[in-house]
């Protein structure tokens, strides 16, 4: 059974600093690209992910809204995914998920990368304020 835990959010001032981590199980992890959602409150989650790893580390992906700012990655012997935002902004509160998510990151791609499992974690919050 797939269960994703995510953990590290917490309120900041904007222009901080906040690590996601995601932990997963239940499924061959280091055969999976993974991803972050994130969901606005008092509105839908996001169909697309806003940055993308491939199962191996090597491609990565960025939502042009965190490019520069967030940094994914991976570590396949922990089974853990992680997120790092700096230079936080008010636009980035959220709750944030982790999933697998298809197709695998590439340069060549430009259709967006989606939950491949449908399943979703509990989410951790960020709340960044000004």
């Known amino acids: 059974q797939v269960h994703l835990e995510e953990s590290g959010g917490g309120s900041v001032q904007a222009g901080g600093s906040l690590r996601l981590s995601c932990t997963a199980s239940?499924?061959?992890?280091?055969?999976?690209?993974m991803g972050w959602f994130r969901q606005v409150p008092g509105k839908e989650r996001e169909e697309k992910a806003i940055?993308?790893?491939?199962?191996?580390?090597?491609?990565?992906y960025y939502a042009d809204s965190v490019k520069g700012r967030f940094t994914i990655s991976r570590d396949n012997a922990k089974n853990t995914l992680y997120l790092e935002m700096q230079n936080l902004q008010s636009e980035d509160s959220a709750i944030y998920y982790c999933?697998?998510?298809?197709?695998?990151?590439?340069?060549?791609?430009?259709?967006?990368?989606?939950?491949?499992?449908?399943?979703w974690g509990q989410g951790t919050q960020v709340i960044v304020s000004s």
């Open positions: 999933a697998a998510v298809t197709p695998e990151p590439s340069e060549y791609w430009h259709g967006g990368y989606f939950n491949m499992k449908g399943v």
């Open positions: 239940g499924f061959t992890f280091a055969t999976y690209a």
């Open positions: 940055s993308s790893i491939g199962f191996s580390g090597q491609n990565t």
